[in-house]
């Protein structure tokens, strides 16, 4: 028989609900707190000033793309292959589409900084560099290089014509890594290729039939050397390996060590993080593509380390873009469609080993098949602009699978405030971070004095 003493009427659901209590107390306190910060819970960042162009940014735009009438077809076609419904996305792979130019606009509109001071990034437009060609660096990422107080754009340049192997996979032989200079994240000028192919050699790994996509480039203090880190692949992509190749200019050239399988697990999308402490990380796509995999690499920047951390196991994400703000890691990725649009995610944890938590889409704009395909692009890489608290550049490609070298760059405004939209499997179900937001623009620009914050 069970007694209950004196003075310890105290059930079980007291004990829950009390607990329940202090985690609503403790969600409430932390919304206040970002408040005072200057982040509102609709997700718009005060950031002490009123500007007129970071209110812009934080508008909701919409995007209005109608579908052609479809096509005419034979009785015999007809009866031959029943209809199936054509959706925005097939009308975006189909090179023959009525309302191609929508996603991929002629040269007429391209942007031409020499020609034009006004700032304005279009997403989808040809954007031209400084000798007026068509910048080439896919699936790159940026370098901020104090000693020069320059930028430094890193990427793949596939200007040549794309191939397809039986399986209908688009591929451009390697040219190389191209490079672009800029002071002001504009106005580009052609650095040249700072790793170029080999021609003749078919055993080495930078062989113009093999693969190398999603070129990254960090500093090294304590070697004094720039150190890129790319995916390294064969035609058939079977290979799945990561190089590495360095040099002492952020311009090149750049000298390639070697490749392998890290940790001894397939890689094939990749990217390197360097966190303020200086340590820095490989993250990959391994497991088929089936889950992340995340470690530190050694001092010299030159290799991982024995360190691994299995992160979004069995989400089949890819195209990893990390960034941290407020001593918080953020991480946006892309589901695992070929190269066709998906839907972005967005993961959030307070050690860059993890646990990482899934927050939901970052997109935002006023239609929903925009929202559902990343606006029609790819994340590569997340741009850290500290003169703006909370302010990123999101950095994308709107892949062209019928011609890649004609696939175009979607730099988007990335705004970190409120409350995230999904609750947490690691939080009690409360959000305690802010939420990722990416606004769609078919124009737009940074705030005065954003163009030269040092990064």
Known sequence: ??????????????????????????????????????????????????????????????????????????????????????????????????????????????????????????????????????????????????????????????????????????????????????????????????????????????????VLERPKVIYNERTRKYVMWMHIDDANYTRASVGVAVSASPTGPFDYLYSKRPHGFDSRDMSVFKDDDGVAYLIYSSGDNSELHIGPLNEEYLDVTTVLRRILVGQHREAPALFKHKGIYYMVTSGCTGWAPNEALVHAAESIMGPWETMGNPCIVGNKIFRLTTFFSQGTFVIPLPGFPGLFIFMADRWNPADLRDSRYVWLPLLVGGVADQPFEFNFGFPLWSRVSIYWHKRWRLPDGGWNAKM
């Open 1 to 210: 028989m069970n007694r209950i003493l004196p003075g310890c009427r105290c059930s079980l659901s007291n004990v829950v609900w009390s607990l329940v209590g202090c985690l609503l107390l403790l969600h409430i306190y932390t919304l206040i707190s970002n408040q005072k910060d200057g982040i509102d819970t609709k997700g718009v960042i005060q950031a002490g000033n009123n500007h007129p162009v970071f209110r812009e940014l934080t508008e909701v735009e919409e995007e209005n793309i109608q579908m052609p009438p479809p096509r005419k077809r034979s009785p015999r076609a007809a009866k031959r292959r029943p209809k199936r419904t054509v959706t925005l996305i097939d009308q975006f792979l189909d090179e023959s589409s009525q309302i191609r130019h929508l996603f991929f606009p002629d040269q007429k509109t391209a942007i031409d900084p020499m020609k034009n001071d006004s700032f304005y990034y279009h997403p989808g437009r040809i954007w031209l560099d400084t000798d007026g060609s068509p910048i080439q660096a896919h699936g790159g990422g940026i370098l901020y290089d104090e000693r020069s107080a320059t930028y430094y754009w890193y990427g793949e340049y596939k200007d040549g014509p794309t191939y397809h192997n039986k399986k209908g996979a688009a591929r451009v032989d390697i040219i190389g890594v191209g490079c672009y200079s800029s002071k002001d994240l504009w106005t580009w000028k052609n650095e040249g290729i700072v790793l170029p192919a080999e021609e003749t050699n078919e055993t080495h790994d930078l062989h113009k039939f093999n």
